[in-house]
């Protein structure tokens, strides 16, 4: 759970502790308590009664049994939440957070304002939720670690998400505007529409060729393949436009699983129109327009 709430009560000393202790998870499973006193450059009286509090509030966690005969801490992902809110609010990009949107296996995401009043979404990526052996699977960018922790696996998969939105966004694609980003949260525009599951489409024809010619633009101008596109991560706006969502898995073109992903993108698309509408293109006519062998669609 997001932790908006609790955030209000964190002070400047708080989020010093909250930062050393994530600055020295790097060396450390679990960070000592006199590192924490050392670089936090607070009384070490004053340190304790704050962990004790961060801890009380689930900003942190202490060892069950202490290594070594030290007590040491590490960030939860509430503390983790509370330092990148932090940076948001810091630099304007998030005023105030508002009702969650949406709880995932691997994100969850909440309408915001920014430091304007302007409407916005955070989405926080939590790939603790998955085992690491999926994870691995489904994110390459984390195969070559076989230590890698939860929190550094939701930071590079933000990094790649905000990455990728932006290219999208600056080749035409309907995606998510890119607003900001710090550690494992992305700051992007409004998320409005239904899923393509859920979506009732007066013509859903005319859907399906918006949703392939934004994938042509995908392949072409920006060089990407979106690798997990389904029903559930395509939105159908009530003005029968679509936003393509959920990009941190994509792959550039000419990465080695490409062809693939593409191919599996395309079937789920279809599969879906087939389903609910009874469409039935040809996939290969399909892959040749999306990829730019074929100029038009011709369904």
């Known amino acids: 759970m997001f932790v908006a709430e609790r955030f209000r009560s964190l002070v400047s000393n708080d989020f010093r502790i909250l930062s050393v202790t994530e600055f020295s998870m790097k060396s450390h499973e679990f960070v000592p ?3 924490i006193v050392r670089f936090s450059r607070l009384r070490e009286d004053e340190v304790v009664y704050r962990i004790r509090r961060l801890s009380r509030e689930r900003f942190l966690a202490g060892s069950a049994k202490p290594p070594s005969g030290y007590q040491g801490y590490v960030l939860t992902g509430s503390g983790y939440d509370a330092l990148a809110l932090r940076a948001f609010v810091n630099s304007g990009a998030v005023e105030a957070i508002g009702k969650s949107l949406g709880v995932g296996k691997e994100s ?3 309408e915001a304002l920014d430091s304007r009043g302007k409407r916005c979404v955070i989405k926080l990526h939590r790939l603790g939720r998955m085992s690491f052996r999926q994870t691995v699977r489904k994110r390459g960018y984390v195969a070559d670690r076989s230590h890698i922790s939860w929190l550094y696996q939701s930071r590079l998969s933000a990094e790649r998400e905000y990455s990728a939105l932006r290219t999208l966004y600056a080749a ?3 995606v998510p ?6 550690r494992h949260a992305v700051v992007m525009s409004v998320i409005e529409g239904t899923e393509l599951k859920f979506a009732e489409m007066t013509d859903p024809e005319a859907i ?3 949703i392939l010619r934004n994938m042509r633009m995908m392949y072409r101008r920006a060089g990407l393949v979106h690798s997990d596109l389904s029903e559930y991560n395509i939105l159908v706006k009530a ?3 679509v ?4 990009w941190p898995q994509c792959v550039g073109v000419s990465h080695p699983n490409a062809q693939e992903n593409l191919r599996r993108d395309i079937s ?4 879906c129109f087939t389903k609910k509408a009874g469409l039935k293109p040809d996939e290969e006519r399909v892959l040749e327009y999306v990829t730019g062998k074929r100029r038009s669609l011709g369904l």
């Open 177 to 182: 505007k890119p607003l900001a980003y710090n």
């Open 243 to 246: 936003l393509i969502i959920d």
């Open 268 to 271: 789920n698309v279809i599969r």
């Open 172 to 174: 035409g694609v309907s």
């Open 33 to 35: 308590l006199q590192e």
């Open 208 to 210: 399906l060729r918006k």
């Open 108 to 110: 969850d995401i909440y």
């Open 239 to 241: 003005n029968g436009q």
